[in-house]
Nanobody, 115 residues
């Protein structure tokens, strides 16, 4: 069973930065696509960014130019660097691992952008 452990969330002022991390257990990380999703109160979960096992990256339009996804296969870890944060970025952020059409999710980490 794959487990994903996220960290790095918190409270930050508008314009600030945070870096989220997600570490996967098991030995399938390097063969998996990874992604970050978020869910704000009263809204559906939405894609933030994804990175394939080959390094192809996709971002939601709302975060392009502000967020950067990256992965370190040696550490079984995916990162989300978030800069120029806005109040509308407030949400629970979830890590996703996709392997052979199976999806695994982390428990989520809260990001709150507020002054």
């Amino acid at each position: 069973q794959v487990q994903l452990v996220e960290s790095g969330g918190g409270l930050v002022q508008p314009g600030g930065s945070l870096r989220l991390s997600c570490t996967a257990s098991g030995s399938i990380f390097s063969d998996s696509a990874m992604g970050w999703y978020r869910q704000a109160p009263g809204k559906q979960r939405e894609l933030v960014a994804t990175i394939t096992r080959g390094g192809i990256i996709n971002y939601a339009d709302s975060v392009k130019g502000r967020f950067t996804i990256s992965r370190d296969n040696a550490k079984d870890t995916v990162y989300l660097q978030m800069n120029s944060l806005k109040p509308e970025d407030t949400a629970v952020y979830y890590c996703n691992l996709e392997w052979r059409l199976r999806n695994f999710w982390g428990q989520g980490t809260q990001v709150t952008v507020s002054s």
